[in-house]
């Protein structure tokens, strides 16, 4: 398993020159920001643990990483969702297939019990015992810093070894943890991390690196719209077409084409910037995603 020191290519988009910081060649189901933040754990060595205990959704990147990892270390994972669509049950697809596969536990709280409660809630009132290691949604804990600081390490020698000037490091976020990390482990090097807010506004993501208890943030990009999690829009699945078309390389459907929404007007203004963007991977979540943007905008 090659879990660190992944390429660094460059390509073109859009006339503009950027590097690509290739995470989504750390491993087939274990890779992208998720491998990062959950690295701290595949090094634990403790006996005890015999259950990985997460939530989220059932299409979620964090369900594959954490089934992946759950394989390596021989543990059984349990991933507690609202609800798991009929539709997905009868036809898995995504990253819910290959968790399945992988011999994740997919668990809809829905059917445990007849009072509405939250996945978070519900682990907290029966899934902390004795042998269980609780991880939280997105990977959003102070455990994630040991692997992101490896990437910010692999990063900063990456810049003095081919003696780069004016870098900025880019990546999208969901609960931000991976560029906050980042941002703190690179900012004494002179190297600007951008983010842009995926779920939810800027407060929000605001207030998440506060509960990380951190008090110095990367820089947020937005669009000038509010962009709504999960939704399809034309234009996000224009400029995926784009990316792939003309760097050859496959991005995330959910994630990415914001990211590079906010890049185009950055980049605008910063032509004299040396942009080095991280890909998170997720590639597997588009097997659900693509399908669903074929059936609204066509091929």
């Not at 990977?139 to 992101?148: K, L, T």
Request: with cysteine; aromatic share 10%; hydrophobic share 35%.
């Amino acid at each position: 398993m090659k879990l660190s020191q992944t390429p660094i290519t460059q390509h073109r988009f859009e006339g503009y020159s950027f590097f690509l910081k290739r995470d989504d060649q750390l491993h087939p189901h274990f890779s992208g920001n998720k491998a990062r933040k959950l690295m701290a754990l595949l090094e634990l060595e403790d006996k005890g643990v015999t259950h990985l205990i997460g939530y989220g959704s059932p299409q979620a990147n964090s369900l594959l990483s954490l089934a992946a990892l759950a394989k390596m270390k021989d543990w059984q994972l349990e991933f507690y969702v609202d609800r798991i669509p009929d539709w997905l049950k009868d036809n898995p697809i995504g990253n819910y297939r290959i968790a399945l596969e992988l011999g994740a536990e997919v668990i809809a709280v829905s059917a445990l019990t007849d009072e509405p409660i939250h996945p978070h809630d519900y682990i907290h009132a029966n899934r902390l015992g004795e042998g269980c290691l609780y991880v939280p949604e997105g990977g959003r804990s102070p455990i994630a810093e040991r692997g992101v600081a490896t990437l910010a390490k692999e990063i900063l020698e990456w810049v003095q070894s081919n003696h780069m000037d004016n870098v900025c490091v880019a990546l999208p976020s969901g609960t931000g943890t991976t560029a906050l990390f980042l941002h703190k482990h690179l900012k004494a090097h002179g190297i600007e991390v951008l983010t842009c807010p995926c779920v939810g506004g800027k407060d929000y993501l605001v207030e998440q690196f506060r509960e990380l208890g951190e008090t110095c943030f990367p820089a947020v990009l937005e669009t000038p719209s509010k962009h709504h999690f999960g939704k399809l829009y034309r234009q996000d699945y224009q400029i995926w077409k784009a990316l792939l078309e003309q760097t050859g390389v496959e991005f995330d459907l959910l994630y990415d084409p914001l990211m590079w929404r906010c890049l185009s007007e950055w980049l605008l203004v910063n032509k004299n910037k040396t942009l080095l963007y991280i890909h998170q991977g997720g590639i597997i979540g588009n097997e659900s995603m693509l399908p669903r943007y074929q059936r609204k905008y066509g091929e």
